[in-house]
Each structure stands twice: as structure tokens, then as C-alpha cells.
């Protein structure tokens, strides 16, 4: 896990967030005994290229049933007859949740913010393994990803009411303001959304489940009910540069990287002390609304845009500045 943060995220969300769900076993076992996985592998396939044969018009009962055969160039009507066919095989073969497991997770539905840009088959088992249909699901595809990859990633989104891909897409920088930017498209996107969730977090394709959804949902309704969970501390002196010297995004024949400048940088708008802390999060619906309208917080974003990894220090900032006010707000009323 080495890029949009994912070196990061391993320790975070496995210790400080405990969000993600229990991997399991998603293959069927067929007639013989072998499992659907190893027959694809014998045959050179992995579940991403099996995810991208499905919808590349191959008949289901080709693609599952005898992976190795070759399917003859389908007609229009048979690929839209193939694709419907295939969502439904795809669901059952991957074991996707199609009803909510408890009325409790239903009562309380989650938000996800999924960066991903490769290693499709990864991401299929991240989405099988988080999916709930009371959840809600924004996809952003890096835009230096293959066409390839992102028609796959399209076609296995519209198997699903609540799967999206991001309105806008950013061409995303390790450390750099792309992949805050690519964040927030989705909290824009996601607070659109008529379906009601409560908490969003956000993972990247690397990332992968520990916890289930009632588990998550029982940790943030009783220990972050009403909070965000996006845990820092007073930038300290050492992580000073990030912020005190200007950084620009390169990207150029299939290599991307930050790098600082000369330029001295001015101090953060609205005299706002700055906190450092993890760029992954569980955040409230109201704390999104937050973020996208208050004015400190826009100007924030618009001065963070030349900073170093500034979703290392965004989050846990406006989350200081929005209890500051809930504590103002809340001594005026009394």
C-alpha cells in the first residue's frame, strides 16, 4: 500500500479508525469441488479480469460456468441482455449483501469515499466486502487509470443502486492537494445523495476490512454518535515544512510526485492554529455540510491547495474549528 495515502491508512484504519469489515471466503464451490477462483486461474484469469469479462459482453454461463471458452463478438441486443444477465451473476457469485442484515444497520446508514486506481480485482473484493444496499458508495477513479480499468469500474457501479462514480475526477498526487480535492468531489456528490447516511469514511483500493458493518455501526453510534472520528494533535514543529513553503503537483509521462519550492508560504487564513493528524476519517453528515458551505473552511481548502499532504491536516482542523463553534453556540443557548 505505497500510493493516495494508502502507506498511511494501513496502521490508521486497522488501529485508530477499526471500521472495516471481516474479509471472507466470497467464492462458490463448484460441482467438483473446485472453487470458481482456481478454475480461473488455471485458465489465466484473476477476479478482475473475471469482473471485466462480464461486461465485455461474454455470456455469463461462459464467463463462471466455463471460464475458458471463447465467446464469439455478441450483437447490441445480446450485450444488453448479457449485462443484465451478468449483474445478477456477479452479485450471487461474489456474495454481495442485497438486504440490510439488521434493523439496526438499516437505521443507520454509512457513506464511502473509495480512491482507487488500479488492480481492479483488489477493488472488487473491497467493494463485495464493505457493500450494504442501505449504504451509500462514491467511486473515484484516478484519471491517469487506463480506459480499460475505468469502463470496468463503470459497468460493475451501474450493477448497484447505491454505487457512483465521482462527477468530477482528479488526477491524483501522493501528498498532494489532488487527492484531498478527489475527497472532497465525493463529499459534494455524496451530500446530494437521497439516501440518508449518517457517518462517511473514506478508503483507498489498497485498503481492505477488519470489522463488519454492524460492528461499525455500533462503534460510531456508541462511542462517535454525533462526532467525527478523525483523531490529531497541534501540528507539531517537525511537520512545519509541509506548510511553510509552497509544493507543486508534477505529472508527466506516468510519473507524479510533489515537490517544494522557494516560495515562503503565508500563514493559514482567519489566524487558524493548525492540527496534524491521519487523512483517513469517520465523519458526521452535518460535519460534510459543514465543510462544503462555511466560508473558514473554503478559504482554508483554497490556502491548503500548495501545501504537503494537506489531507493530513484539513480534516482535523475544520473538526477543531466546527466544535469550537458547537461549544460557542451551545454556551450562548444556555
Given at each position: ?5 494508502c ?5 490508521v ?6 471500521i ?5 471466503n ?28 462480464l ?12 471460464i ?25 457469485e ?15 446508514p ?11 480485482d ?6 463485495a ?7 451509500v458508495?462514491?467511486?473515484?477513479i484516478?484519471q491517469?487509470s ?5 469502463q ?5 457501479a451501474?450493477?448497484?443502486?447505491n454505487?457512483?462514480l ?13 487527492r484531498l ?23 483507498c483500493g489498497q ?9 461499525i ?8 454518535n ?6 490529531g ?22 510519473k507524479s ?11 493559514p ?11 483517513y ?6 460535519f460534510?455540510?459543514?465543510?462544503l ?18 489531507d ?8 477543531r474549528?466546527q ?8 454556551k450562548?443557548?444556555?
Amino acid at each position: 500500500m505505497s500510493l493516495l495515502g494508502c502507506t498511511k491508512s494501513g496502521f490508521v484504519l486497522c488501529l485508530g479508525l477499526s471500521i472495516i469489515l471481516l474479509a471472507i471466503n466470497n467464492i462458490n464451490q463448484l460441482e467438483d469441488g473446485q472453487s470458481i477462483e482456481e478454475e480461473i486461474k488455471e485458465c489465466g484469469f484473476y477476479p478482475g479480469e473475471l469482473c471485466k469479462a462480464l461486461f465485455d459482453g461474454k455470456p455469463a454461463a461462459l464467463v463462471v460456468g466455463n471460464i475458458c471458452q471463447e465467446a464469439l463478438p455478441p450483437s447490441r441486443e445480446e450485450v444488453s441482455i448479457t449485462l443484465q444477465s451478468n449483474c445478477t451473476n456477479l452479485i450471487t457469485e461474489l456474495h454481495f449483501i442485497t438486504t440490510p442484515l439488521s434493523l439496526e444497520e438499516a437505521d443507520y446508514p454509512l457513506a464511502y469515499i473509495v480512491t482507487i486506481h488500479k488492480q481492479l480485482d483488489m477493488f472488487i473484493k473491497l467493494l463485495a466486502a464493505i457493500y450494504a444496499p442501505q449504504n451509500v458508495y462514491c467511486i473515484h477513479i484516478d484519471q491517469k487509470s487506463s480506459k480499460t480499468y475505468s469502463q470496468a469500474v463503470q459497468r460493475l457501479a451501474s450493477c448497484f443502486h447505491n454505487v457512483f462514480l465521482s462527477s468530477q475526477q482528479e488526477t491524483v498526487v501522493y501528498a498532494g492537494f489532488s487527492r484531498l480535492r478527489a475527497d472532497i468531489n465525493c463529499m459534494e456528490d455524496l451530500v446530494r445523495s437521497a439516501l440518508p447516511w449518517r457517518h462517511v469514511i473514506n478508503l483507498c483500493g489498497q485498503d481492505f476490512p477488519m470489522k463488519t458493518n454492524r460492528e461499525i455501526v455500533q462503534y460510531l453510534k456508541t462511542r462517535w454518535n454525533g462526532k467525527n472520528l478523525t483523531p490529531g494533535v497541534i501540528q507539531p514543529p517537525h511537520m512545519r515544512y509541509r506548510t511553510q513553503a509552497t509544493y507543486k503537483e508534477f505529472v508527466h509521462m506516468g510519473k507524479s510526485y510533489v515537490y517544494p519550492t522557494k516560495e515562503e508560504k503565508a500563514g493559514p487564513p482567519h489566524n487558524i492554529t493548525l492540527y496534524f493528524g491521519t487523512a483517513y476519517y469517520a465523519l458526521t453528515r452535518n460535519f460534510v455540510e459543514f465543510v462544503l458551505m462555511d466560508q473558514r473552511a473554503k478559504d482554508l481548502l483554497e490556502w491548503s491547495m500548495d501545501t504537503y499532504s494537506p489531507d493530513e491536516h484539513y480534516w482535523v482542523t475544520l473538526n477543531r474549528i466546527q466544535g469550537e463553534i458547537f461549544h460557542i453556540s451551545h454556551k450562548t443557548i444556555s
